[in-house]
């Protein structure tokens, strides 16, 4: 079983649409949660935090269901320049340490 | 100032060489890691360093040899390089490697192998 399993899609929807990606994780001690994003040949930049209680950064918003184990992003109002691939990020634990763990991520399109 | 960077931006080689690539950080953080990311743009995480000792290291082969002569850099020294070496490598940082830390990536070395 995968460590964080992401639907790769992609998502093609149209300007101002609303998308929605969830991502699950299977190791129930995993502590920190993100969403990272990724332009074609670019590196993973950090898109928001996920916290226990939802957060929201302008037309975004990240939610975590620890009971389900899983994490969500939902965008609002798309633009052209969202298209890229959102990557799921849980911090596991391995070692000792907490080892950023990458789901393979979910291309979303945006067009006009 | 590029938080994390990276050196080759690209690399190509042939089969059987020796390569290192070169990443540093002026972000004063204690953990750098070593990611691959494959055709299907999976990223896997291959080494990890804190205050320049290895805290894991996942099922890599030990022909990829990370070294950290200081906190700020990680290098990655791969020998007799084969075809499925061929990838995206990102050098990236943490703050520390406890919970809430976000990771800050380099922008990537491609290395194709001919």
């Known amino acids: 079983r995968k460590e964080v399993e992401q639907d790769p899609g992609p998502f093609n929807v149209p300007e101002g649409a609303t998308v929605a990606f969830n991502c699950t994780y299977s190791n129930s001690a995993s502590q920190s949660f993100f969403w990272y994003r990724q332009d074609c040949r670019k590196e993973p930049k950090l898109l928001m935090s996920v916290y226990s209680s939802g957060n929201e950064d302008g037309r975004f918003t990240a939610q975590l269901n620890r009971a389900s184990q899983y994490i969500s992003l939902l965008i609002r109002d798309s633009k052209l320049s969202d298209s890229a691939t959102y990557l799921c990020?849980?911090?596991?634990?391995?070692?000792?340490?907490?080892?950023?763990?990458f789901g393979r991520g979910t291309s979303l399109i945006v067009h006009p | 100032d590029t938080a994390v960077s990276q050196t080759p931006k690209y690399l190509v080689t042939q089969m059987g060489n020796d390569k290192s690539i070169k990443c540093e950080q002026n972000?004063?953080?204690?953990?750098m890691y070593w990611y691959k990311q494959d055709s299907k743009k999976f990223l896997k995480i291959m080494f990890s360093y804190n205050n320049k000792e290895l805290i894991i290291n996942e099922t890599v082969p030990n022909r990829f040899s990370p070294k950290s002569p200081d906190k700020a850099h990680l290098n990655l020294h791969i020998n007799s390089l084969e075809l499925g070496d061929s990838a995206v490598y990102f050098c990236?940082?943490?703050?520390?490697?406890?919970?809430?830390?976000?990771?800050?990536f380099g922008q990537g070395t491609r290395l194709t192998v001919v």
């Open positions: 972000l004063g953080h204690d953990t």
């Open positions: 990020v849980v911090r596991q634990a391995s070692g000792g340490s907490y080892i950023p763990t």
């Open positions: 990236a940082s943490s703050q520390y490697t406890g919970t809430g830390s976000e990771a800050f």
